[in-house]
């Protein structure tokens, strides 16, 4: 019977070591990794640059005013259509200025003071005109004694200079008089004219092109100068997008690209193919504050016109040109990609274990990448592998 239970005793004490020591074991043994796991397949991959661009109409014209004057009200409306001929403005001459009392009490007082002068000017020609008279008659009484010889011919030039001075005496004197007329009337029309319309010269300004009205740029009555837009009129059934990027990326656009829009607000997404690429860039500060260099890209519209025509001039819309796409194309997460000297590599996992093999790269997302050489579909990958993963250690999936 003690036998027996020591026996037991010993048995249980070594399971109980046994359990012991493969415990112990179990935890010094290195624990695999967990990592994030991704899978090479095969389907349609599309390189896209995509930049916010707006809606403009492809032949818009602006109506300015061909002279400085009053502008009546427009009594056209936005997305009103208009003829071509027809008036979209007229414009009256100039309103004279209206005068405040105290400009009002100057523009009399004006008028006084040239009343006055003119009185003093018509008295002064009327002593000059005598004075002529006088001088002339002096010369004429001296010329006659001349001829009979009683008086020298100095005498007879010094009555003739005296004539002749008088003479001209009097025609600045008529002169003053004539400037002092119309010095008062300048200063009776002022105070006359204030504040009334400066005549009947109507000058119309008609439409150049049958379209809408994209907008208007001055609706209500009032003075504008020659230049000055009124009107914009276009045809809002043909419309362009208009695109600024950056110039590093314009050059990698060449003309007929395709773009496709999405997020414009309608079902569906819109195509189009790049028109133009300006040959002039623009600098354009950044939120940021940084100066960027952008150029317009011009893309057409070509999908049907059904599809977009509730879009009119100046509409948001996202546009995704597409620099490069395949349909049947062995793709990993970008993610899973590393630089390995002068080449590119991944994790694999084969039966626990990361394998790092070399791989070739081809095109390039935000999220995929393009694998030419080095992986098959359906080979699983690390996506984002950290400074742990090495070559041969054990992994399992996160």
Known sequence: MTISMQWRRRTVLGVVLVAGAAALIWGLRPQPIAVDLGTASRGALRVTLEQEGRTRVLDRYVVA??????????????????????????????????????????AAARIAAAGSALSGAEQRASAAASAAELAQAELLRVRALRLQGHVSPAAEDRATSDAQRSGAEQRAAQFAVAAARHELEAARTLLQYAGKPGGTGLVTVRAPVAGKVLKIAHKSEGSVTSGQPLVEIGDPGAL??????????????????????????????????????????????????????????????????????????????????????????????????????????????????????????????????QITSGLQAGDSVISHPDDRVRDGVRVAAR
Not at 89 to 106: K, M, N, S, V
Not at 300 to 308: D, I, M, Y
Not at 317 to 322: R, T
């Open 65 to 106: 005013s061909p002279v400085t004057g009053h502008a009546r009200r427009i009594p056209l409306e936005v997305g009103q259509a208009v003829a071509r001929g027809a008036t979209v403005a007229e414009l009256e001459p100039l309103r004279a200025d209206t005068l405040d009392p105290r400009r009002q009490a100057e």
């Open 240 to 369: 362009e997008v208009e695109v600024d990027l950056l110039s590093a990326d314009a050059v990698r656009i060449p003309p007929g690209t395709r773009v496709v829009f999405e997020r414009w607000g309608g079902e569906g997404a819109l195509e189009g193919m790049v028109r133009m690429v300006e040959p002039a860039g623009f600098t354009k500060v950044s939120a940021l504050g940084v100066e960027e260099q952008r150029v317009w890209v011009i893309v057409a519209f070509t999908s049907p016109a059904s599809q977009w025509q509730r879009l009119g001039d100046g509409y948001r819309v996202e546009a995704s040109f597409i620099l490069w796409e395949g349909k049947d194309v062995l793709q990993i997460p970008a993610s899973a990609v590393f630089r390995d000297g002068e080449g590119w590599a991944v994790f694999a996992v084969e039966q626990g274990r990361a394998i790092k093999r070399s791989v070739q790269v081809g095109q390039r997302t935000g999220l995929q990448a």
